[in-house]
């Protein structure tokens, strides 16, 4: 039975039935969804994340490059109004390298051993323009900035500046902080050849990290987590969220640590986390354990796992589903966005971004 479902996913099934006594009793994730599929959706990517560009019709898509699958790496835009129409932002022709060298004085220069974009997410500058940010893989363990230029119908990339993990670190997510730091997951701090085991048992593989320009790099909480993944900041930049993925739990931490953490327990995988414009936190990950979820594609073997999202208060930590499914077509959610009323899902194992609207 504890090669199928993680120790965590087991305890959180158990305190369903315990009572109100135990905190871990208050697991969310049930409910009817109150969305469905329109059946459109964007094919030829896998993106692990999504985020919508402010202001603009396009979604940014983050892919890492696969050995088992044509589908195309790096960063690329997805037209939501016709979602075949899937433009490449970077690597591309149309982008460019311009290092912000004040800001960026310790980047050792521009991308050069290939890109393996993670999490991402969008910076929104003083002067209202934006930065895609990106955890990044190849070549160097890194968050990578590229500036969108919004020069004609479609936007382009300039990468302009990068910041270098801590040794050891493996991120997965970024959320931009005030003044230009951000707040980045480290899901598994290397070495640990026992990483799978570790997940499935729900023990500590990482940490949570802060970087400031001022400070360099720091540790933004002594907790200890199994497979931090998802991140996010409040648009108040008092609250930060983190999802804490083979424990099957949300986090949220006081900026200025006057309150103490407060957790949900769910009843899936949550993955990446997203802040809708209205303020609420979508949650989207897998209904399964984690040694299935992170070795199904290096077996090649079908990953269509069932999948949640949720849409999160980020005040009350209360969920409500906002789509359930997962078949052959496609599954195992990794990201979730909202553009207008139209709620995107990304996934790492399928190569579609899927559209979804209100019931």
Not at 72 to 92: C, E, F, H, K
Not at 198 to 213: A, I, R
Not at 263 to 268: K, P
Not at 278 to 283: C, D, N, S, V
Request: proline share 8%; glycine share 12%; with cysteine.
């Amino acid at each position: 039975m504890m090669a199928r479902y993680g120790l965590g996913f087991l305890i959180a099934l158990m305190a369903a039935s315990i009572g109100a006594n135990s905190a871990l009793a208050q697991m969310q994730g049930f409910g009817e969804p109150s969305y469905k599929p329109t059946g459109k959706f964007a094919a030829g990517l896998s993106p692990e994340d999504i985020v919508a560009l402010p202001g603009t019709k396009w979604l940014v898509a983050g892919a890492l490059p696969k050995t088992d699958a044509g589908t195309r790496g790096g960063l690329s835009l997805i037209d939501t109004a016709n979602p075949s129409n899937i433009v490449a932002l970077y690597p591309a022709a149309s982008a460019s390298d311009k290092q912000d060298k004040i800001r960026f004085k310790d980047c050792p220069g521009p991308l050069t051993g290939g890109f393996a974009p993670h999490g991402i997410n969008v910076e929104r500058l003083p002067d209202g323009s934006y930065n895609v940010m990106s955890v990044n893989h190849r070549g160097r363990e890194s968050v990578e900035y590229f500036h969108i230029v919004q020069d004609g119908a479609v936007p382009h990339a300039m990468w302009v500046g990068c910041v270098v993990m801590p040794t050891g670190a493996g991120g997965n997510s970024v959320t931009p902080l005030p003044g230009g730091g951000l707040i980045e997951t480290d899901f598994i701090h290397k070495p640990n050849p026992r990483f799978l085991d570790d997940m499935e048992n729900g023990t500590q593989t990482g940490g949570v990290l802060k970087w400031t320009p001022e400070a360099g790099w720091s540790e933004f909480t002594p907790i200890k987590m199994s497979g931090a993944n998802g991140a996010t900041v409040t648009p108040d930049s008092k609250w930060v969220f983190i999802s804490e993925w083979s424990d099957y739990k949300i986090w949220k931490f006081a900026m200025d640590g006057s309150a103490p953490p407060q957790s949900i327990h769910l009843n899936f995988l949550p993955d990446n986390l997203r802040l809708t414009d209205k303020g609420t936190i979508l949650i989207a990950g897998q209904n399964a354990d984690p040694i299935n979820v992170m070795t199904c594609r290096g077996k090649h073997v079908p990953c269509q796992a069932p999948f949640t999202v949720l849409e999160m208060d980020p005040a009350t930590m209360a969920t409500k589903v906002l789509a359930r499914s997962g078949d052959e077509n496609f599954g195992g959610a990794t990201g979730a966005a909202m553009a207008g009323d139209a709620l995107w899902i990304s996934s790492y194992y399928s190569e579609k971004v899927v559209q979804y609207l209100p019931r």
